[in-house]
């Protein structure tokens, strides 16, 4: 009699064991999920979107910058980087125009020169970082969604139709006026050479 109600005691011990086990293990991982989903908040909260489109990064140095302090050479290389990051988004979406030349003389190359230029207009592009990196230089990184890109490129190879617009006058011309021929007419004030006229 003792041994089953020993046995019984037990059972209900180990099966509260258990049950508090598999109780604490579905509190843990709800409090490690909650963790996981959790910001860094020393990383900026853009860093962590995924970039659906094209993204750009842009580099400027500072210490080539014009200004008379450094905060102020520090400023203008942030702005210089992200010019820069523009101008690389604008060749993804657009392209790059090169242009070169070359020239030849007793059959040796004499000179040649490359130019290229990028020009298209962007807009909804969205700032992802603005990084220094050592103390000389600034990175700027730029995303621009692919709804904007279907859209800047769309409206580039659309062909644009051009209409004159012609007005009609109505004026009254008089009787007396001479009729008007198909060839110019000059008529030259000579008061127009006078000086002092």
């Known amino acids: 009699m003792q041994n089953s109600s020993s046995l019984k005691v037990r059972f209900r011990v180990i099966c509260l064991l258990a049950l508090s086990a598999c109780m604490g293990a579905c509190a843990s991982q709800s409090v490690e999920q909650r963790l996981v ?8 909260p853009l860093m962590l979107e995924q970039v659906d489109g094209i993204t750009a990064t842009g580099y400027a140095v500072i210490d080539v910058q014009k200004g008379q302090t450094h905060a102020q050479r520090r400023l203008m290389a942030i702005r210089a980087s992200k010019l820069d990051a523009y101008r690389n988004l604008t060749e993804q979406v657009y392209g790059l125009y090169v242009e070169s030349a070359s020239q030849m003389g007793d059959l040796a190359l004499k000179n040649e020169s490359v130019r290229a230029r990028v020009q298209g207009l962007v807009y ?3 700032l992802v970082s ?14 621009l969604e692919q709804s904007v ?8 190879r659309k062909p644009v139709s051009r209409k004159r617009r012609a007005e009609t006058v109505t004026n009254v011309v008089a009787d007396d006026a001479p009729e008007k021929t198909g060839e110019r007419e000059f008529f030259i004030n000579k008061n127009w050479f006078k000086k002092g006229a």
Do not use: F, H, Q, W
Request: aromatic content about 6%; overall charge negative.
């Open 37 to 44: 989903a959790k910001p860094n908040p020393a990383v900026p």
């Open 124 to 126: 909804g592009s969205r």
């Open 130 to 143: 603005i990084t220094p990196l050592g103390g000389e230089t600034y990175e700027t990184k730029l995303a």
């Open 149 to 156: 890109i279907d859209e800047l490129v769309g409206a580039y």
